[in-house]
């Protein structure tokens, strides 16, 4: 019988460039000089992540792992270049054979080499969002859909209903019970046309952004020769932001380190805030599940906040129970205690925070250090009123300010043309709202209520309506139906108990049918309905339609030509953002507004632990974002959407949650 005689792996004495334990901290250090296995690293908030994943892959090539056995995945394809750019600068070589990337575009890379696989062609084209819209609205002529006959979403939102499907490892039907329960009497039409969709993807030889993930997985799956040749050939695999992989992600990981299970995941539980868009917090939190031998390396020492803010954002995240416990220490000196202002009203709330930003830049913080930051984007609409009636200029991270959004100026277009029966922008922005009018047919219904407007103004009842009525003739047969209901809600909006008050006109176009058209056109639909509750709220602070109109001007046209002016001269403005956007930036400033129960947290998330939890983790990222100030707000009462409506607010159960001790609070006293 022959005998085994074991060959000893020969490495040459490793000569390090670089002094790891001189250029890190004693955590970091930890993680980057782990030895082979999987590695769990939990990065808090501000205590250099990106530095101890650089220093990770300077490490492993220092040990002698070539550059092509290395893949580092990201989720923006600039982090991964800057992160090879500042590996390549510490060891003073160009990595040009290094995997590094997004993980659509390591997929891409993968599946042009396997595509023929797949029934594909290497030569696939890959559509963005507008091709993927084309050829699902192509999918859905198709099919023959009565779309007269039943409400069936946009093509749009079909494109975000087959995304989350395919992001969240789930069915179509289960993803419309989840979050499109309105559509969930039409899940087998709209999986019919997710299977025309798939089909026509492939006659095409056109990939989605998702196939890039999904037919990645496929191969691998598919292809036990395929599959080992590329758990052979990355030896090691790193992770930024693991928090924010979704299921078919996390997949991804577990089939590429099957065999040597060499993967380095790195992110923080605390900071898991886009289930909404498919990220899986489970990844994380059940990493030490799937990977038994897994270690865990915390790196808990903050170069950002001062000591008094992260121990505010300890005590934030204490609460949840599903986390990995960490304690962020400061490696900053001591500052002031984060402040917490209780406001009678948004006004007051918004008056508060113009005001101290001012002191503050007066102080010598410049407006472009400061961040206001909020749950969602209604919620700093009083605020955009009052910055730009001091002249305070401000961007918003979105790019879009509340006034301008198209869901707002969809509505406001039917008060401008009730007030104003000559407003021919407004009323081609009415109707081409209707299914199957476009600009030509705008064109021509515009021509024909023009010629009849000043008839039926003279005449006098219901004048609109009754103009709107004479050009049924010009009415292409498929807005047929809706046309009729435009003209009834015309001459509702005409009746002068309705056409007194913007809140009551607001409130009546949702209710006969715009709130429809936003269910079937957008896939955020919530979120803007309640923007437009807020409008109706906020509209009755004006004692005209008019007013209300003039505020609505002042804050988008004109102001925009302000902003660009001001952009010219000085590049120094406040920024707004949701909290979402905001994540990864930091400021020497920030206030958080609008922490009442049931706006942050959000009404919804409260239903479920799950929900409750990943807000207090969107709490915990906005209180991090802050640097040396730290300003908490809420006001007592808010405008309800019904006139006279005064709503009295709960401050939020997170800042229930929050020992006394730790917050310096304010009480604020109108000067007289």
Known sequence: MPRDYVLQPFSAPVHLQINYAKELNEQQHAAVTAPPGPALVIAGAGSGKTRTLIYRVAFLLEQGIPAERILLLTFTNKAAREMMRRVADLLGQELTSLWGGTFHSIGNRVLRRHAPLLGYQRDFSIMDREDAKDLLQACVDEMNIDVKATRFPKAEVLGDIFSLASNKEKTVAEILQEQFPYFSELAEQIAQVQAKYVARKKSTNAMDFDDLLVLWVKVLKDNAEVREDYQRRFQFVLVDEYQDTNRIQGELIDLLVAQHQNVMAVGDDSQSIYSWRGAHFQNIVKFPERYPKAKIYRIETNYRSTPEILELANAAIAANKSQFEKHLTA??????????????????????????????????????????????????????????????????????????????????????????????????????????????????????????????????????????????????????????????????????????????????????????????????????????????????????????????????????????????????????????????????????????????????????????????????????????????????????????????????????????????????????
């Not at 984007?377 to 918003?396: K, V």
């Not at 952009?567 to 994540?583: P, W, Y």
């Not at 906005?622 to 707000?633: D, G, K, P, V």
């Open 331 to 672: 490696a900053r000196k001591p500052g002031m205690k984060p402040v917490l202002v209780m406001c009678e009203s948004g006004d007051q709330q918004a008056a508060f925070v113009a005001q101290r930003m001012l002191e503050l830049r007066d102080e010598g913080t410049a407006l472009n250090n400061m961040a206001v930051l909020y749950r969602s984007h209604f919620h700093a609409l009083e605020l955009q009123m009052e910055l730009t009636r001091r002249n305070i200029p401000f961007s918003i991270t979105s790019g879009i300010r509340f006034f301008e959004q198209a869901h707002i100026k969809d509505v406001a277009a039917y008060l401008k043309l009730v007030t104003n029966p000559r407003d021919e922008l407004s009323f081609k922005r009415i109707v081409r709202l209707l299914p199957g009018i476009g600009g030509k047919t705008a064109d021509k219904l515009w021509a024909c209520f023009n010629s009849k407007i000043d008839e039926a103004l003279a005449a006098g009842k219901n004048p609109l309506a009754s103009a709107f009525q004479k050009c049924t003739a010009t009415i292409p047969k498929r807005a047929a139906v809706a046309w009729a209901q435009l003209i009834a809600t015309v001459a509702q909006l005409e009746a002068a108990d309705i056409r007194s008050s913007a809140s009551r006109m607001i409130a009546l176009v949702m209710e006969a049918g715009y709130e429809d058209y936003l269910k079937e056109r957008y896939p955020n639909y919530d979120a803007r309905r309640e923007d437009l509750d807020q409008l109706a709220a906020f509209a009755q602070r004006f004692e005209t339609v008019d007013d209300f109109l003039t505020q609505l001007a002042l804050q988008t046209s004109v102001e925009e030509a302000e902003e660009t002016e001001t952009r010219e001269k000085d590049d120094e403005m406040v920024r707004l953002s949701t909290i979402h956007q905001a994540k990864g930036l930091e400021f020497d400033v920030v206030f958080i507004i609008m922490l009442c129960d049931g706006l942050f947290p959000s009404a919804r998330s409260t239903e479920s632990l799950e929900g409750e939890e990943e807000e207090r983790r969107l709490f915990y990222v906005a209180i991090t974002r802050a640097r040396n100030e730290l300003y908490l707000s809420y006001p007592f009462a808010r405008r309800g959407a019904h006139p006279g409506e005064e709503l009295r607010q709960r401050p939020s159960r997170f800042l229930g949650e929050l020992p006394a001790e730790l917050l310096d609070e304010w009480n604020l006293r109108t000067y007289s």
